[in-house]
C-alpha cells in the first residue's frame, strides 16, 4: 500500500482542526495520504504558496478563492473550493474602553443579539469605530459588513475598517490603534485572557450557518487530480465527524495547541470547540450553540449558493458588476467534485447544489440524493432570506 | 541628487525589540551613495535589524535606490503611503504582510495603484521569490527589466538569511542538548560515584536499547530528577 504525500498549508487558527486532525488522527492514512502540513504567517502567503505550488492545497478564508476569481488581489492564480471546513467560529470583540462605556450604558454582554449589540456598541461611542479583521477578502470583513448595512441608520459611516493580523490583533488594541476587531479563534479568546478585550458578539449571531474556512487547491490541479482531491475530501469528512463529538475537544485542543500548530494554552483553544466563551477578563462565561461547526447539517458541503452570496456582497463593497461576480463564482465552490468525492461513503448529499440561505429557523429535513438530510438553524439576524435565483 | 537611504528604527518606531543606536552610527556609510534622480524607492519591512542590514547590503550591490526600512508594523500602511515607493519588499513569515493587500486594493484616484509583483513579472522570478521567502509589491506600470535585479538581489540575501537562520537553529539546539546531557551525565556519576566517560557509556546505551537519542534520555533522567527532589 502505497500512502501519497500531500503538502497543504494552514493559519494557526482554532478552525485548522479538520487538517491537523486529519494527519494526527489517522484519517488521511485511511485515505493513504499523508499530510505534510506546513503553517503560514499570513493569508496572502498561503494564496501565493498555493499559487505556485509550494503547496497543493490549503486551508482558505471562504471568499478569498472567490476574490481571485472575482480579480481581486492575488495574481492572477485561480482556485477550487473542494469543501468547507467549518461553519461560524469567529467573535466581534471591544476594547476596554468601548466595554466599559457599553457596561455603564447598561448594556448586558448578552453575546447573542446582534441588533440590542449593535444599538448599544453605536450609543457608547460618539464618534469612528475602528474595527480590524485579518483580511480584506474574509467572512470577518463580509459578516461585519452585513451586520453594519443591517443595522441601518449611519452605522456604515461611522465604522472604519482596517486589516490586522490576527496574532497582533490584541497588541493593536491596546496601543490603540482599533477599538473593535472581527477575528477567528483563539485571538478573540486571547485578547480576553490578556485583558486587552471584551467579546460582544460571536459570528452566529449574524449569520447562524456561515461557511468559514474552505479547502481550496489550484482549479487545474483539482481537474487533473480528481481521484487525490477525492481521497482529501474523504480524509477531511472523516475528520470533521470526529471533531463533532463532543468527546473529542478535549483531545482535539490538545493537539491542536502543539508548538507546530498553533502554539499556544489547550484551555484557551478549547473555549471555541465547546462553545463555552469566556467573554470579559473578569471571567463572564456564555454558551453558545454551534459556536464552530465540523461537520452536522451537512457542514462540509460547498453549496454554490454560499459562494453567490459571498460573491455578491463582495461585489456590491467593491463596486463590481453583479452579473459577472454572480457567474463567476458559480463554479468555484465545486460541490459536483464533492459529490463524486463522498458518493458511496454512507455520507449524506443534498439533492441540490444550490439552498435558500437564511431560510432554516429550527433543524429542517431537505430531500438528499438517498435519504433526506438535516439542516442545521440558518438564519441572518436581520431575517432576511437570500435567494439565489432570485438574487439578481 | 543623492540616494536616500533612511530608516526609523529610533524615530516612530521606538517600540523595538532592540534598545540602542547602531542604526544610526552606520547611516553615513550608506548615506554616501549617490543615485540617479529617478532611482526606484524601495521600502524593506523589517523588523530584524541584523536582517535589515543585510537586506539593504544586498540592494546597494544591485544598483542606486532609494532604500527605507520600516521596523514597525504599527501604521504600516500609512507610513507606506506616506513614503509612496515604487516597491515594497517584505518577509513572507511576517504576519503584516495582509496589511499590504488592503494597499494593494485601495487605488483610488489619490493612490498609486499597488500590485503583488507576480502580476507582472516572468513566472520563474515569483516562484523563485515565493520560494526564497520573500515577497514585493510594486507600483502599477513599473517595468520588469527594472525591477529585475531589485528582486535578484533580495531574493539572494532572503536565501541567505535563510540559511542563517536554519543553522543557528541547529547550533541553539545542539548547545541546549549538550547543557541537558552535561546536567545528567553530574547526576549519574554523583549518584553512582563514578567518572564522566562511564556517565556518559550508561546514557548512550540506555538510549540504544530504548531507541532513543541521547539527549532525550538525558532529559528524561533531569525531569524526573527533577519531579522527585
Known sequence: MTTTPVAAGFLPLTDAAPLIVAQEMGFAAEERLALDLRKAASWSALRDMLAFGQVDAAQMLAPLPLAAALGLGGAGSRFAVLSVLSVNGTVIGVSRRLAAALASGGYDFAFDDAVAAGRALFAAEAGMIRIGVPFPFSMHSELLNYWLQGLGGDAVQRVSIRTVPPPLMAQAMRSGEIDAFCVGEPWGSLAVERGDGVLLLPGTAIWSFAPEKVLAVRSGWAERERALGGRLIRALWRAGRWLAEPSSRGLAAEILSARRYLDLPAEIIERALTGRITVTPQGLQRQVSRFVEFHDGAAGFPWRSQAQWIALQMARCNGLDPRVAFERAEGVFRSDLYRAAMRGTGAQLPAASLKLEGAVDGEMAVAGESQSLRLLPNRFFDGRVFDPLAAL | ?229
Open chain 2, 1 to 229: 541628487m543623492l540616494g536616500r537611504i533612511a530608516q526609523n528604527f529610533s524615530g516612530e518606531g521606538a517600540r523595538l525589540p532592540f534598545g540602542h543606536d547602531v542604526a544610526l552610527q552606520l547611516l553615513p556609510a550608506v548615506g554616501m551613495l549617490c543615485g540617479m534622480p529617478d532611482a526606484l524607492s524601495i521600502i524593506v519591512v523589517e523588523a530584524d535589524r541584523e536582517r535589515a542590514f543585510m537586506i539593504v547590503d544586498g540592494l546597494r550591490e544591485a544598483g542606486d535606490f532609494d532604500i527605507y526600512v520600516i521596523a514597525d508594523p504599527s501604521g504600516l500602511a500609512r507610513q507606506i503611503q506616506l513614503r509612496d515607493p515604487d516597491v515594497v519588499l517584505i518577509d513572507i513569515e511576517n504576519p503584516s504582510r495582509d496589511v499590504l493587500e488592503e494597499l494593494a486594493l485601495a487605488s483610488g484616484p489619490q493612490e498609486r495603484p499597488v500590485a503583488m509583483f507576480v502580476d507582472r513579472s516572468a513566472e520563474g522570478l515569483s516562484s523563485a521569490a515565493v520560494e526564497a521567502g520573500v515577497s514585493a509589491y510594486v507600483v502599477d506600470g513599473l517595468q520588469p527589466a527594472r525591477l529585475k535585479p531589485v528582486l535578484d538581489a533580495a531574493i539572494a540575501r532572503f536565501r541567505l538569511f535563510q540559511r542563517m537562520r536554519t543553522e543557528l537553529a541547529e547550533t541553539k539546539r545542539a548547545l541546549e542538548e549538550r547543557k541537558v546531557i552535561d546536567r545528567a551525565k553530574g547526576m549519574i556519576m554523583k549518584a553512582r560515584g563514578i567518572g564522566e566517560d562511564e556517565a556518559y557509556a550508561l546514557l548512550r546505551k540506555a538510549a540504544m536499547d530504548q531507541n532513543k537519542r541521547v539527549a532525550e534520555v538525558a532529559q528524561a533522567l533531569v525531569t524526573a530528577a527533577g519531579l522527585l527532589s
